[in-house]
């Protein structure tokens, strides 16, 4: 069975940074995507980065970014393990929400507990 452990959530004044981790336990079939989605209070879950692993998937980039974090969220995978960083700088506000790891294989969607964020004016 494969679970997805997040960390590095908390509270930071705005202006700072957080770093967020991912990372998976157990044997996932081969990876194509792992990323984060962020859901405020009263709001859609939305996009907010995210890794691609299996190189057939993508040409060009292999990370991508919602409007709201280019510039300020980066994405990266750590060496060759199913592990990812989400680091969050120039925090805003309007980043507060709970923060969802997820991995995509060919057998679907997986997804982590979640992990809050909290960003205080």
């Known amino acids: 069975q494969v679970r997805l452990i997040e960390s590095g959530g908390g509270l930071v004044q705005a202006g700072g940074s957080l770093r967020l981790t991912c990372g998976i336990s157990g044997r996932p079939s081969m990876l194509v995507t792992m990323g984060w989605f962020r859901q405020a209070p009263g709001k859609e879950r939305e996009v907010v980065a995210w890794q691609i692993f299996d190189s057939t998937y993508y040409k060009g980039s292999a990370r991508g970014y919602a409007d709201s974090v280019k510039g300020r969220f980066t994405i990266s995978r750590v060496n060759a393990e199913n592990t990812i960083v989400l680091q969050m700088n120039s925090l805003k506000p309007e980043d507060t929400a709970v923060y969802y790891c997820?991995?995509?294989?060919?057998?679907?969607?997986?997804w982590g507990q979640g992990t809050q964020v909290t960003v205080s004016s």
């Open positions: 997820y991995s995509d294989t060919q057998n679907g969607r997986d």
